[in-house]
């Protein structure tokens, strides 16, 4: 831990940005994060979920001590287990039969730990990671067009080109801190980049957009495979760098011309307007400053290694790759998927960008002076949770990461863990749906108490830095790894006394004989023979970083020199692509599953503080308006958005902006918040064949209004177990602990059920109305004269508003008005209810912004700022300002 009031310089553990943040930990133990402005990826700028990371650093929820079984044991125990039950099942099933499931959450020296354990000791390739699931198909399309996974731009890109085009991303919300880059560099410009944003959703990120081309989901292909022909047909392309540099152009262009031969007929295939189409076409072949972003959209599909290939053709064939301002870009969805790709943690890789070519693993062996290296490759993430599931696979170490919530078909994901002799889990976190079913539990050190190295989306490595105690008996996971390799003879293997030093073997292996014939893309090693202290100081760095140089490269391929045998890029061939499942009779509605603004993952860290839950504070179901009318919900309301792999239940959001035949769940909760909230149990296994990324963003599935016989919501000041009834949601508030209910059995008498739930001690005081009747019940407890705790109840979801009720535990006593407006269910005079937050930062309601909006006529999100400060740090509300000033 550092000294109190030093500032320390580390990197944010969400988004793939990597942008930088400066801590300083006071006195008191707070923490105060802000932005670092010396940072290349961020220059000071945060997100919201950045900007409240001090508030997320609580020990309440925190795995502390190893546990088997459930019961606390030392780690020595833990590890001897560990170590035995591998051995165990090495002897007597083989390599095949144990697996490593990893993430983009770890650093890349856990990484390489458990890469090199793995592949190098063990003999499998059996581990993968969820990074899978969001850009395994980049990684595809990448290597089969540029011979290597290699993104070829930088951030500078976003602000130098003329056009941006986002496909199948909201920027604004998923990667607000780029979005916001790319409009800072429009107000210096005059309005360049122009915006082209391409998602079957109008989202946040349209709002600034000159375009947008909301197409039919899965139709991508047939859009940029018709984008091609257009280019060859309107003399676009770049002959002299099709002829030096990029091979099977006039393959990759039959085919396009086969499925996509004009405008009309990808207007047919996508949905689009042809003027539309043939507008963007346009735009796109006479702008030479061009960078294509995109991200899940893309990537989460069946196809998706096609749509990244389909993407990039276009840019190798006018030769825009690799110059200021022009080029595919892969956004990444995790703080280290980039680095997880480096050292190998795919299961299709091997290490250091190297695969299961002879040579290659050749190679690695002799670095490691491997036991048993794994020659060909291992399970991917769907397939290896299969394998669980069918008893290939029977040891299973699972690190930092939640698969029970974040894989498709997760249903299936939990009975496979429940099925499996061995499951140990590595999390910093008490209670996932993943940690419950452990055999073996390993407490982690997360953000803040680790260290080690990260590496964005441009090939920016940084570095996480410690600032806070090691709480508990919580480890790295790179030591724990070390330990059980350590246990199972293979000492030599595993020398390392610090992050530092498994650093340096990470940056050795990336320059290994790579040169000639075996040159590779990623190569760090003018960094392996760092010291400790240079290794704590490192600054951001990007890659290649090859032996004797001292800057990194911003961009490649610009004048060529792909990693393929004859140095040429390769178009590929793009055929009629469309989604392995279709909508039918039964299932007439497509669910695409992805993000909202103030979330991360399954809300381990985010859940946390109220200032991230006030925006989205239930998973819901977003459904436009005819779609909503046919399958008889409504706003507010509860649904069940059902599959053929699994069912949910959330609130209904209508919204005109949701394509008509689409509905959007987001993909956050699980059972420790939301039990039937777990989108990824509704959505389907099918996989891309060429990447194994799941198909994300299309599983048909019909939607029903859910009619519980009650519905209520508790607030409580101390968190309390919820009940278990069929639908209920827990919400971090700023004052209390909110709880979301509805039921289906009988309740025949509150004010008992009530006492059941909260507790009655002497000297409570109770304020209670009932209408048995009309099936309602509102009921208070004051301790002290403070609110204790409140519930509310009806036979339909019209009830109170709960921001007021909310604001009432801040009191020190509650009057008369207020004892009265609690029985009554309505703020009284002088209380307000803000509503529900949209400005995260500033803590700014929606009935706060409209009244000001219209008795002070605020005409800009700039007026709204100067009032109520909303949308003047991380902008990432202003689109939805905008729509409140339209509405007036």
């Known amino acids: 831990m550092r000294g109190s009031g030093e500032t320390i310089r580390t990197t944010c553990p969400y988004c793939g940005v990597g942008c930088g943040v400066k801590v300083t930990v006071n006195s008191d133990a707070t923490v105060r994060v802000e932005g670092d ?21 609580s020990l309440d929820d925190r795995l502390l001590y190893p546990e088997i079984a459930g019961r606390r044991v030392s780690w020595d125990e833990a590890l ?47 581990i993968d990671t969820n990074s899978r699931l969001c850009m395994s198909s980049s990684v595809a399309g990448h290597q089969r067009a540029f011979g290597s996974d290699t993104v070829p731009g930088c951030y500078e890109d976003l602000e130098e080109a003329d056009l941006v085009v986002l ?37 946040a990120t349209c709002d600034a957009a000159e375009t947008h081309l909301p197409l039919k989901p899965g139709s991508d292909t047939a859009l940029f495979n018709g984008l091609l022909v257009h280019l060859y047909q309107q003399d676009r392309l770049d002959p002299e760098f099709l002829e030096r540099h990029v091979a099977e152009f006039w393959p990759a262009y039959r085919a396009a011309k086969e499925v996509a031969s004009n405008v009309p007929t990808v207007a047919a295939k996508t949905g ?14 006479r702008t030479r400053k061009v960078v294509t972003v995109y991200s899940q959209g893309v990537n989460q599909s069946a196809h998706g290694s096609d749509k990244v290939n389909a993407i990039v053709n276009c840019h190798l064939a006018t030769g825009r790759i690799g110059q200021p301002g022009m080029g595919p870009f892969s956004i990444t969805g995790q703080p280290n998927a980039m680095g997880g790709r480096e050292v190998g943690g795919l299961a299709n890789q091997l290490a250091a960008h190297m695969g299961f070519a002879p040579d290659d693993v050749e190679r690695v062996r002799r670095f490691w002076q491997a036991p048993a290296i794994a020659a060909r490759p291992g399970l991917k993430a769907v397939e290896l949770f299969q394998a669980v599931a069918d008893g290939r696979i029977k040891a299973l170490w699972i690190m930092g990461t939640n698969p029970v919530v974040s894989l498709p078909d997760a249903d299936a994901a939990r009975d496979a863990l429940r099925r499996c002799p061995l499951v140990i889990v590595s999390d910093a976190v008490a209670d996932t749906d993943t940690v419950r079913l452990a055999h073996v539990k390993l407490p982690a050190l997360t953000w803040g108490e680790k260290e080690g190295t990260v590496t964005n989306s441009e090939r920016r490595i940084s570095r996480q830095r410690t600032f806070l105690p090691t709480p508990g008996e919580a480890k790295p996971d790179w030591w724990a790894m070390a330990q059980v390799a350590q246990r199972l003879g293979f000492a030599d293997q ?3 006394e610090s992050t530092a030093a498994v650093f340096r073997e990470h940056a050795a ?33 990007q890659w290649p970083l090859p032996r004797g140089a001292t800057t990194g490269a911003a961009r490649l391929f610009g004048e060529g020199g792909f990693f393929t045998a004859d140095g040429k890029a390769r178009c590929v061939a793009v055929g009629e692509r469309a989604p392995t499942h279709a909508v039918d009779d039964s299932f007439p509605l497509v669910l695409n599953s992805g993000r909202v603004r103030d979330q991360w993952h399954t809300m381990t860290r985010t859940g946390k503080t109220a200032r991230l839950t006030g925006h989205v504070p239930e998973p819901y179901v977003e459904i436009h308006p005819v779609d909503a009318l046919a399958c008889g919900v409504s706003e507010n309301a509860l649904a069940r958005v059902h599959s053929r792999w699994g069912e949910i239940i959330v609130r209904v959001r209508t919204s005109p902006e949701q394509q008509p035949g689409s509905v959007f769940v987001p993909m956050h909760w699980g059972s420790p918040l939301a039990p039937r909230g777990r989108v990824n149990a509704a959505v389907n296994p099918a996989v891309d064949p060429v990447s194994g990324q799941p198909e994300s963003k299309h599983t048909p599935v019909r939607v029903q209004a859910y009619r519980p016989r009650w519905h209520g919501f508790l607030l409580s000041r101390a968190a309390i177990e919820p009940p278990a009834v069929e639908y209920r949601v827990s919400v971090r508030d700023r004052e209390c602990w909110r709880y979301e209910l509805a039921g289906e ?33 509102r009921g208070a407890v004051l301790v002290s004269g403070r609110l204790h705790a409140c519930l509310f109840v009806a036979p339909n979801h019209e009830l109170p508003l709960r921001g007021w009720l909310a604001g009432l535990f801040a009191a020190e006593e509650l009057g008369s008005a207020e004892r009265a407006s609690l029985l009554a269910g309505r703020p009284g005079q002088g209380q307000r209810d803000s509503g529900r937050i949209v400005c995260a930062c500033f803590g700014v309601g929606l009935n706060t912004l409209t009244a000001a909006i219209r008795q002070q006529r605020l005409a800009t999100p700039q007026a709204i700022g100067e009032t109520l400060k909303a949308g003047t740090n991380c902008g990432s509300c202003v689109p939805e300002l905008r729509q409140l000033i339209a509405q007036g």
């Open 80 to 126: 001897d287990a560990v170590a035995a039950g591998f051995r165990q099942t090495l002897t007597e099933h083989g390599p095949d039969a144990v697996a490593f499931y990893v993430s983009g959450q770890l650093l890349t020296e856990d990484y390489y730990v458990a890469n090199k354990l793995m592949k190098g000791c063990f003999g499998s390739a059996n």
């Open 37 to 57: 402005e010396q940072h290349p990826a961020n220059y000071g700028r945060l997100c919201s979920k950045g900007a409240a990371l001090g508030e997320t650093l």
């Open 494 to 496: 595993f020398p390392f």
């Open 509 to 541: 292996l990336s320059g290994f004989e790579n040169q000639g014939q075996s040159r590779r893309d990623f190569d760090i090693s003018a960094l392996a023979d760092l010291s400790d202290t240079d290794y704590d100081a490192l600054q951001p760095v």
């Open 745 to 777: 059995g009988s309740v025949d008498d509150w004010p008992a059920w009530a006492r059941v739930l909260l507790g009655d001690e002497p000297g409570w005081e109770w304020l209670e109305f009932a209408d048995i009747g009309a099936g309602r019940y």
């Open 167 to 203: 496909v199948g991303s909201n920027l604004a919300w998923c990667h607000p801190v780029l979005y916001q880059r790319i409009l800072a560099a429009r107000a210096r410009r005059e309005g360049k980049p122009k915006l082209v944003v391409i998602d079957p959703r109008r989202t």
């Open 272 to 285: 689009l307007a042809e003027s539309d189409i043939a507008e963007f076409y346009g735009l796109w072949g």
